[in-house]
DNA sequence: GTCTATAACTGGATAGAC
DNA sequence: GTCTATCCAGTTATAGAC
């Protein structure tokens, strides 16, 4: 039977229960036990493959934080080489944006269960700091770049405070709370990916247009 | 000794403890015995008062949030009152912020935590929907109400979008977590509330006026 | 209201057999 | 690589004395 395909390797198990449950609870709410049952596999696998908890964790956040990181790097070069070195704002958001879109449209429930965790941890006082800093931010130092390069008469203080309200409102939205639909009446969904980022990326490009584009003593 | 100031009432220093830890870690990440420890009481005492664990969160959560809903339902009235009934999208959006930014000028500690702990639970998919819907969506809706009059021609689904855009953009900033301070090597700091506001709001509002009264086949 | 004492249980971690 | 068995520190919660 060569076309029998085998189940994943239980390390494979483990590190896709932990994420959905660390997605769900954090870290503190998720115990060894839980992840084990919900993998199908014995509670010592954890240790023998991932050592102590928080080391699984780690391993947790970093697997996917890599393709992200090359995904979107690969955009803004893209948007760079298309543009003759000049992309514009709406271009730069995008290639932020638009992989992780790519990667929610696929359906890959894995995908979804990782961009929660993501959210979760960038609001964590505790591992946000830490976390995001090794996982995230020299990619996210390359797209300040292109922003400052962009608009280079802005302050830059304006700049990173506008990526921050800008990463607030990503993050939100991938933490997945349920939040919207309940306000809106279900009128509004976050699981709509088809038509969020078409919303986010104009309001974010006109939040950093204003904020580091105009000058309170200038015009409008 | 008539102006001998008594020291806080225990019940009332387990709350505070227990906001600044559940602030910190969430609420798994906290024990009941290292808030009678921080609060310097006997753990006893949290049964006697509060009952089980949730009990306590959830009085931690309330306790603060009716004083901010009434300050932002005043500052909301107040901006009605003066506009003649027509409040711009700047009052509008200061009215939601401006609350916030007192309390934490007054530089009350307990303040400082429980706002952490908002930006926190806003981004948990266990408490967020819950928590936030109780406390803070009745308020929320009356704010919805004033921009859905103030941008009457406006698709509903566009302003909700907006408002988690919004939401997302504070709670991130409330969390407290110094991601921006690091990522922009001490740039930015997260505790400049006198000028964080003055930024969040242009920014917002724009956002809002581009996905809400701007139409893609009518102008610009 | 407050503290002592303890019941009843769950947590992470690992030694050692297979 | 995998599972059985177990250690033991730490957890919530409460009964009962003061």
Known sequence: ??????????????????????ALHGFDGVTLRGIATAAGVDVALLNYHF????????????????????????????AEASSGGRPSLEQIVSAFLRPIQRFQLTGDEGWRNYLALVGWVNSSSVWGEEMMHK??????????????????????QRIYWAYQFFSGALTLTLA??????R???????????????????PFVVAGFRKLC???PEGGA
């Open 1 to 22: 039977m060569p076309d029998y395909t085998p189940p994943a390797p239980k390390s494979e198990r483990i590190l896709n229960a932990a994420e959905e449950l660390f």
């Open 183 to 201: 306000l809106s009446d279900g009128l509004c969904r976050e699981s709509d990916v088809e038509t969020v980022y078409d919303l986010m990326i």
């Open 176 to 181: 997945q709370t349920g939040r919207i639909g």
């Open 135 to 156: 996982s995230f931010d020299p990619l996210v130092a390359r797209f300040i770049e292109a922003l400052k390069k962009n608009m280079p008469d802005a302050d830059p």
């Open 51 to 78: 050592g102590v908890k928080k080391k699984l964790f780690e391993v947790v956040f970093m697997r996917r934080a890599e393709i992200l990181n090359e995904a979107r790097l690969n955009a803004l070069l893209e």
């Open 213 to 215: 584009m105009e000058h």
